[in-house]
């Protein structure tokens, strides 16, 4: 694939707790409740899922908002078992912070009006589909999330991105990766060699 000058990659991570991150991208040392700035600081961007959305409540995201930079944005995953409350609940926790909503595997929508934008990985093809893989392809909103288990071949991890850049509009594309760091790590080097990043 060519470069393209008009597209923008950039990356986030599906949680930022994840065991196996420490001591592969968080210090040994560094305390649990540093983790998100320390995440925040080399990423612009994070997929919540629902669970911790819950655990944390209203005050939790509160925490949040503050432990990062202006820039940040969180996105939350929403399930068919949240009410039409979440919205003013998360939008009044997190302000300017919140970006966006990822619908849980299954569904095509939102069961309620968000307020913000939404992104589905059974939307139709366009603005509103999230991007869910290789196996998955059509046009999306620029919002991905690729699950992967274990070391990926290089050139599928590759194959994978150019995918999800042909499938997103021009201008720029944000993908959630839901694997070890080093897998993230080698998600963004092919997106710098590709010119993306």
Same mark, same amino acid.
């Given at each position: &694939?060519?470069?393209?000058?008009?597209?923008?990659?950039?990356?986030?991570? #599906? !949680?930022?707790?994840?065991?196996?991150?420490?001591?592969?991208?968080?210090?040994?040392?560094?305390? *649990?409740?540093?983790?998100?700035?320390?995440?925040?600081?080399?990423?612009?961007?994070?997929?919540?899922?629902?669970?911790?959305?819950? *655990?944390?409540?209203?005050?939790?995201?509160?925490?949040?908002? !503050?432990?990062?930079?202006?820039?940040?944005?969180?996105?939350?995953?929403?399930?068919?078992?949240?009410?039409?409350?979440?919205?003013?609940?998360?939008?009044?926790?997190?302000?300017?912070?919140?970006?966006?909503?990822?619908?849980?595997?299954?569904?095509?929508?939102?069961?309620? !009006?968000?307020?913000?934008?939404?992104?589905?990985?059974?939307?139709?093809?366009?603005?509103?589909?999230?991007?869910?893989?290789?196996? *998955?392809?059509?046009? #999306?909103?620029?919002?991905?999330?690729?699950?992967?288990?274990?070391?990926? !071949?290089?050139?599928?991890?590759?194959?994978?991105?150019? #995918?999800?850049?042909?499938?997103?509009?021009?201008?720029?594309?944000?993908?959630? &990766?839901?694997?070890?760091?080093?897998?993230?790590?080698?998600?963004?080097?092919?997106?710098?060699?590709?010119?993306?990043?």
């Amino acid at each position: &694939m060519a470069e393209r000058a008009d597209f923008t990659l950039e990356f986030g991570v #599906c !949680d930022w707790e994840h065991p196996a991150w420490v001591g592969q991208f968080y210090p040994d040392d560094l305390p *649990a409740s540093w983790r998100l700035p320390y995440y925040a600081n080399e990423f612009r961007a994070v997929l919540v899922p629902r669970e911790r959305r819950l *655990a944390a409540g209203e005050a939790g995201m509160g925490v949040w908002r !503050d432990d990062v930079s202006p820039g940040f944005r969180f996105y939350l995953e929403l399930s068919r078992e949240d009410d039409a409350t979440v919205p003013e609940r998360a939008l009044a926790a997190l302000g300017d912070h919140l970006a966006g909503y990822v619908m849980a595997h299954g569904m095509a929508r939102p069961p309620f !009006d968000t307020g913000r934008p939404w992104f589905a990985p059974l939307a139709v093809p366009g603005p509103a589909r999230l991007w869910t893989g290789i196996s *998955a392809p059509g046009a #999306c909103g620029g919002l991905g999330l690729l699950r992967l288990e274990g070391p990926p !071949d290089p050139r599928g991890l590759r194959g994978q991105l150019e #995918c999800f850049i042909r499938d997103s509009p021009s201008g720029s594309g944000l993908l959630f &990766m839901d694997a070890e760091p080093g897998t993230v790590d080698q998600a963004m080097t092919i997106a710098a060699l590709l010119g993306v990043a």
